[in-house]
Each structure stands twice: as structure tokens, then as C-alpha cells.
């Protein structure tokens, strides 16, 4: 059985290994542009058959084909504990944004918003590049550039839907100065790999923000939501949050009944989650980097303690480079990030699963190779000790055969139609 070639994109895509980031759209604007399979996530559409030069280096920054890490090992800044199963580290904290209205709206404790508001307002910064609901579809969404608190704020929130906020690197590439890109470790790990190919985006892409990332399902998954919670008709949603307002916060749709009348639903974090979890892309499955391990700086949930009812929220906060460290020590000192404790367990304490995902991968990427199935080449990953440390013997055997039987299920031997897309 020959294993199949991926020469594009749409190659990428087809086979199930885009994560929908959107970079290729930005390296090659006059032949790929982003839409929404529904199905699936946001993915590519070419206009050739991929093998222009523009197409090509735009395979060259996809991240869902490849990820190199290329950080200096021996750093005596990094935490060395830490390194293999959770990437460059140097800090971490528990925190929260200094604003309060951006602590209460944001997703954990706003610090990613707080972080991208000092960047604009204090660190001489241009823009943010990031994701937001559209306007006039919001269970779908669009990639914008904030330049205000108020712009900030009204987007803070996790869209646990697709986004490709990279296909606007563009923006960063011809702003006037320097800016902020938040998004997932995916779009983060591919505007890295864009910055020598899109001109101009090396030097203006001036702090890097990626938030921690189980996956992202699909639109099918917030549109059988809607459907769940008696939407009928999507046309007739007027505002739609995943999280925030609160902490963790709820799953809010707004909708206009027959009539015309204001109607709502609410779900708890917990409820929206374990239904959505289930429309994941493939991509996410087999996914090496849940922490954003290519960013200046990222944040997470700080699960090692339950939310309580009406508590305020807060964020685990990770200092991957010098330039991020930076950052998030001046957005403190000024007031625009609360430190509340610093202490490198509270990442692996956070989020003790991600442990056994490290392992598990190592299973699961065997079992493609052995039956010959496409798979993404990562670099710089260690995988194999957390297999043999953190899973249990059935688990082992689910990260191979389980693995196997999944491909079979999601069809991975062969080309997918995208379907219907928005
Ligand atoms: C798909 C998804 C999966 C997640 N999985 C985990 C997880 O496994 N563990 C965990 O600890 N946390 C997870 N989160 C939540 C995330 O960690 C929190 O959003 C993070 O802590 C940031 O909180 P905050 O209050 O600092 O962000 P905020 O200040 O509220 O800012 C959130 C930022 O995220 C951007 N954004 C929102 N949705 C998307 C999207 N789909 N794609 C790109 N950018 C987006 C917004 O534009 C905004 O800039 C997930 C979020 C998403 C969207
Ligand atoms: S992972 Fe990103 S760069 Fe790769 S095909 Fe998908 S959208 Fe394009
Ligand atoms: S799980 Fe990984 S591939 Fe999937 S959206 Fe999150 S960062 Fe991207």
C-alpha cells in the first residue's frame, strides 16, 4: 500500500491534517482563500492545482503538516523539568487581568486580552490580530484587528468553533508598527513558520499570545447545538458566546423566535463541552502542542482548583521566550496584568492529562505509520518515555488499536469531500 503524497494544501486538507490555521492563505493570497467546511473546519480552497510557487511556499508554512521546534535546549532560562512534555518554558504564573471588566468577560481570567491591551496602550504596538464573531453570522467567525479596549473586550470569550485568525497576517505584515497575534498553538506555530515567507510580517509580528487547545470542533457541532437547544433556523441567532462573563462562564445563544421575539438558552461550560468535544477535526487527535509551545507567551486554565460558584476568574500564565517574559512583567508593573503567584507546578498540576496526551501520541503515530496512513512529521516532540510512563497497559493498547480503528471510522486511507461550506 503506497502512503499517500501530500504536494498542497489541498492535499493537507483532504487528508484530514489541516488544523484550518489559515497561514497558506496568507502566504499565497492570489490563489487560496479560507472558507468553512462545516463538517470539518476551516480549510483551504485553491484556485490552481497547487503547484504555482505562491502554493507551494504556502505548503512550506503549514503548520498541520509539519512542526520543528528549533529553541536552544540548553537555555539555563528554561525550566528544565519541564521541558520535554511541555516545550520552552521559562515563568509561570496564576493571574488575572488588572481591568475588571476584562477579567469578568474573558474566557479564564482575560489575561490574554489584558496582555494584548498593554501591548496597544503601553508597549508601543499597532494592532491585535485575532478572532472574533461575525457580525452578521456569529456562530461563525472572522479574523480582526483590535486597536481599542473596547474592541478588545467585546471579543474576549474561547469560540470553541473554527477560526483561522492566520489568513489576516497580511494585516500585520502592512501595519504601520509592530502587533499582537493571539490564537490557538496551531495558528501560532504557523505564523511562525510565515514569518520569512509572508514580506514585511518578521519584523511587525511583535508578541506572540497562543491559549492552551484541546481542539476545535467543527460548525456541524455548534449548528446540532443550536438545533439542541431548539434553533431552527441559524439564520436567526443574533449573539452567541462559548465561555466568559462568568468563570468558567456559559454557553449563551441569543435568538429571534417566529414572531420576532428575543429569545435564549444557556448551557453550563461542562454541558457545551462534552457535546461539542465530539466534532473535533482528526488534526486535533493527533496534535503534539496543546500549550503553545511556539509562542512568547501563553495561557491557559488554571484547573488545579475547581471554579467556584461566582468566583472570579483567573489564568495560568507561561513565559516561553525572553521577549514574552518581558511583556508580561511590564503589563504587571503597569497594572494591566495581576501576578497573584508564581510557580512552574502549576502548569503539569493545571492540567495532569496533558501528560498522558504527550504518550499517547507516541501510540498513536506509530499505528499510522504501520498501516501506512498520512501522517504530520514533528520534530522536537519527546513522546516515547511518556507512553511508557503515563499510560496504563489498555491505554497503550487504545493509543495503537484504538488509533486504527478510528482512521477506519473517519476514512483517513482517502481523500475527504469537504462538503458544504459558509
Ligand atoms: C478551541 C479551544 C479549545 C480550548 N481548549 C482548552 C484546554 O484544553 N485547556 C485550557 O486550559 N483551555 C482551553 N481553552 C480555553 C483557553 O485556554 C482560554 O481561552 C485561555 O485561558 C484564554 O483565556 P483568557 O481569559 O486569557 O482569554 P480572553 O482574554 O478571553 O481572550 C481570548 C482570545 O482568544 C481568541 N479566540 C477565541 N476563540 C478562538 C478560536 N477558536 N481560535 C483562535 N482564537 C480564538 C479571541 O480572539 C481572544 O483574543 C480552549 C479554547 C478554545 C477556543
Ligand atoms: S493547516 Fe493551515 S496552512 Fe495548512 S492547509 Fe490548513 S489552513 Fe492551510
Ligand atoms: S488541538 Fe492542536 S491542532 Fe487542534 S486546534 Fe488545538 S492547537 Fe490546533
Known amino acids: ?201 518578521d519584523e511587525r509580528l511583535g508578541l506572540t499570545i497562543a491559549f492552551f487547545c484541546a481542539g476545535t470542533p467543527s460548525t456541524r457541532g455548534t449548528l446540532d447545538l443550536l438545533k439542541k437547544v431548539g434553533v431552527e433556523d441559524p439564520s436567526t441567532v443574533t449573539s452567541l458566546r462559548y465561555r466568559g462573563n462568568g468563570w468558567p462562564g456559559r454557553w449563551t445563544a441569543r435568538w429571534n423566535g417566529p414572531a420576532g421575539d428575543a429569545r435564549e438558552a444557556s448551557l453550563t461550560y461542562d454541558e457545551s463541552w462534552d457535546f461539542l468535544q465530539r466534532y473535533r477535526q482528526w488534526r486535533c487527535y493527533i496534535c503534539p502542542d496543546h500549550t503553545g509551545e511556539f509562542a512568547d507567551v501563553s495561557v491557559g486554565d488554571p484547573w488545579h482548583q475547581a471554579p467556584k460558584e461566582g468566583e472570579a476568574g483567573r489564568s495560568l500564565i507561561i513565559a516561553r521566550t525572553a521577549r514574552g517574559q518581558r511583556a508580561i512583567e511590564d503589563a504587571a508593573a503597569a497594572g494591566y496584568l495581576v501576578l497573584e503567584r508564581e510557580d512552574a507546578e502549576l502548569l503539569p498540576r493545571s492540567q495532569p492529562n496533558l501528560l498522558r496526551t504527550r504518550g499517547r501520541l507516541w501510540g498513536q503515530m506509530l499505528a499510522l505509520r504501520v498501516a501506512r496512513l498520512p501522517r504530520p512529521r514533528y520534530h522536537g516532540f519527546p513522546t516515547a518515555r511518556f507512553w511508557w510512563s503515563e499510560l496504563t497497559a489498555k491505554a497503550k493498547a487504545q493509543s495503537t488499536v484504538g488509533t486504527l480503528r478510528r482512521t477506519l471510522r473517519r476514512g483517513l486511507r482517502s481523500r475527504v469531500a469537504l462538503g458544504e461550506t459558509r
Open 1 to 201: 500500500m503506497m502512503l499517500p503524497v501530500i504536494n498542497s494544501v489541498r492535499d493537507v486538507a483532504e487528508y484530514q491534517l489541516c488544523s484550518g490555521c489559515g497561514v497558506c492563505a496568507s502566504v499565497s493570497p492570489g490563489t487560496i482563500r479560507m472558507t468553512d467546511a462545516i463538517g470539518h473546519g476551516r480549510r483551504p480552497v485553491l484556485t490552481g492545482d497547487g503547484t504555482d510557487g505562491g502554493s507551494r511556499r504556502a505548503l512550506a508554512a503549514c503548520p498541520g503538516i509539519e512542526l520543528r521546534h528549533t529553541f536552544d535546549e540548553r537555555d539555563p532560562a528554561l525550566v528544565r523539568a519541564l521541558r520535554d512534555a511541555w516545550g520552552p518554558v521559562r515563568r509561570v504564573w496564576e493571574g488575572h487581568a488588572g481591568d475588571a471588566a476584562i477579567r469578568h468577560a474573558g474566557s479564564s481570567g482575560g489575561a490574554a486580552s489584558a496582555l494584548a491591551l498593554w501591548a496597544i496602550e503601553r508597549g508601543g504596538m499597532h494592532g491585535v490580530l485575532h478572532a472574533a464573531a461575525r457580525a452578521d453570522v456569529p456562530y461563525l467567525n472572522e479574523t480582526v484587528m483590535s486597536r481599542s479596549r473596547e474592541e478588545l473586550l467585546a471579543r474576549t470569550g474561547s469560540r470553541y468553533a473554527p477560526a483561522s485568525p492566520c489568513d489576516g497576517l497580511g494585516l500585520i505584515a502592512g501595519a504601520p508598527g509592530a502587533c499582537v497575534f493571539i490564537g490557538k498553538p496551531c495558528d501560532v506555530a504557523g505564523a511562525e513558520k510565515a514569518r520569512k515567507l509572508v514580506p514585511g510580517l
